[in-house]
């Protein structure tokens, strides 16, 4: 409950961009409102038999308390689910699903808006796949899953609370074989290399996981790995700090294969679970920065023929497109092998994790959704569907 409240909440303005745009293309057309039938509830009920076949469509809940309700834009904070693995310790209600009932949805009352429908046709299909570019999902993601909507609805009158259902359950469907927490192998210590474009929050997300992860009771070991800049070492610190992890870090300018390799003895002698290193991410120059990558790679293996373990690219969400140049040029310079997507709140960008998910296959192992130490969940395909499409927001109403 606590993190989809957020997360519906966090990722507003994308849903907003959304659940307009579909408004607006389901009135603007033929769009009238269905005559009610003394059988058929006040909303949007018929629609059961548009709703896709395929995931099953949630079984109801019933109806939350009303200290349980989703916050208001206002609110300040709620804690967020950890995005460290399922085996890990997680507090109790951390476990709550967060579906709004269909209870709360059949009584809305009998005053509540007649629904309005539009034939899908070719114009409005056109409409939709305009929309879902615009919300940054990409041409062939947007044609997909738009082509997949149509299938077998062609020429129905469609509401917008069904399109959203169609267009959530289309989402989930793309993001679910990439929805994977970071994988924590037996062995010690696991080496996480920490990739990404300066400013992409790579440092606000070793923080964030580190702290996790020592909530967690894993003992975890940073190396502050960008050490061309004192302020990028300086911030890592106050993380490492608030996450109660040391820092180990060079003089600036020093050779970063040669940190990882002191921090990667350091683990070892500890007997740490995990090392988080830290990397520059000057794209200015790929070559040193490459070579720079693979020297790290280079020395760490020297200790240890398998580190490291994971190599995350972090991604700042509210660079859109942009997001799919980044993910094909690091794949190139390291060997990445999952995402962590920050800054999905507050942005109107977040359907490129849909284009990203689509296009590349990688894991998304978890999503920032705000600056504080706990604002790092584990990925959740349905619940950033509905975000994504203001499901969540109609199901709040
Ligand atoms: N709103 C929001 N801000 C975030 C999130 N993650 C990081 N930030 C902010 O983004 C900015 C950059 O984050 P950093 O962690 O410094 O990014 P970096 O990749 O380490 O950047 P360099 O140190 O320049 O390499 C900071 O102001 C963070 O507070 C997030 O999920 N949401």
Do not use: C
């Amino acid at each position: 409950m606590s993190f989809f409240g957020k997360l519906k909440t966090k990722l507003f303005k994308s849903s907003s961009k959304l659940d307009e745009g579909l408004d607006a293309i389901v009135h603007e057309g033929d769009g009238e409102p269905d005559a009610p039938s003394p059988s058929e509830p006040p909303q949007e009920r018929s629609e059961a038999q548009d709703v896709p076949p395929t995931p099953a469509p949630e079984p109801p809940q019933p109806p939350k308390p009303r200290a349980e309700q989703p916050p208001s834009r206002e609110e300040p904070r709620e804690p967020v689910q950890p995005a460290i693995p399922e085996d890990l310790p997680r507090t109790p209600d951390e476990e709550a699903p967060a579906r709004p009932g269909l209870l709360g949805r059949l009584f809305r009352g009998p005053d509540a808006a007649p629904v309005v429908r539009r034939t899908l046709d070719d114009e409005m299909l056109e409409q939709l796949e305009e929309l879902l570019i615009a919300s940054d999902m990409g041409v062939d993601t947007a044609l997909r899953v738009t082509a997949n909507i149509a299938e077998g609805r062609y020429g129905k009158r469609l509401s917008v609370h069904e399109i959203k259902t169609l267009l959530a359950a289309e989402i989930a469907r793309i993001m679910e074989p990439v929805a994977r927490p970071l994988p924590i192998y037996p062995k010690r210590p696991q080496v996480v290399l920490v990739v990404g474009v300066n400013g992409s929050g790579k440092t606000t997300t070793i923080g964030k996981l580190a702290s996790q992860f020592r909530a967690a009771g894993k003992s975890v070991v940073i190396a502050a790995g960008d050490t061309f800049r004192a302020a990028a070492v300086e911030q890592l610190q106050v993380w490492g700090d608030r996450a109660g992890v040391p820092v180990l870090t060079a003089p600036e300018g020093s050779d970063p294969a040669s940190l990882a390799f002191d921090a990667m003895g350091r683990a070892q002698a500890d007997g740490a679970d995990l090392l988080m290193i830290d990397t520059a991410g000057r794209l200015q120059n790929r070559a040193d920065l490459m070579e720079e990558l693979a020297k790290i790679v280079r020395v760490i293996r020297k200790k240890d023929p398998d580190a490291p373990h994971n190599t995350l690219l972090v991604l700042d969400a509210t660079t859109g497109q942009n997001a799919l140049n980044q993910v094909e040029t690091f794949r190139k310079l390291a060997d990445v092998s999952g995402l962590v997507m920050t800054k999905l709140d507050g942005t109107a960008k977040g359907g490129v994790l849909v284009a990203l998910a689509d296009k590349f296959g990688l894991p998304i192992h978890a999503i920032g959704v705000g600056e504080q130490i706990d604002d790092l969940a584990p990925f959740d395909p349905e619940e950033f569907a509905a975000a994504l499409t203001g499901l969540a927001t109609d199901d709040a109403a």
